[in-house]
């Protein structure tokens, strides 16, 4: 098993920045990929970003991409997502979520394991 636990959410004024951690405990050596995903209320949770543990490989949604950042640390094996100018639309739970797969797509059902969230409120 793999636990996921995810900090650094908030309350933020659009164009203001935050950024997420999600520590990684367990049998990580089984994980190739951590991705971001988000849910605003009323809605289907949402592919953000997602790396590569080896080489460090990243991919970002449209909505984000050029405003948030994702990166590792192998080592302490933590995946972060920095996430600058920000818009009331990136309100929502974001979830930290791990893949045994070495692809992963964007869909959810590629990732194995998952976080519990952490709350991103953006006020305008």
């Known amino acids: 098993q793999v636990q996921l636990v995810e900090s650094g959410g908030g309350l933020v004024q659009a164009g203001g920045s935050l950024r997420l951690s999600c520590a990684a405990s367990?049998?990580?050596?089984?994980?190739?990929?951590m991705g971001w995903f988000r849910q605003a209320p009323g809605k289907e949770r949402e592919f953000v970003a997602r790396?590569?543990?080896?080489?460090?490989?990243?991919y970002y949604a449209d909505t984000v991409k050029g405003r948030f950042t994702v990166s590792s640390d192998s080592a302490q094996k933590t995946v972060y997502l920095q996430m600058n100018s920000l818009k009331p639309e990136d309100t929502a739970v974001y979830y930290c979520?791990?893949?045994?797969?070495?692809?992963?797509?964007?869909?959810?059902?590629?990732?194995?394991?998952w976080g519990q969230g952490t709350q991103v409120t953006v006020s305008s």
């Open positions: 367990g049998r990580t050596f089984s994980t190739q990929a």
């Open positions: 979520a791990a893949a045994i797969v070495l692809y992963p797509s964007l869909s959810q059902s590629d990732y194995t394991y």
């Open positions: 790396i590569r543990w080896s080489g460090g490989i990243t």
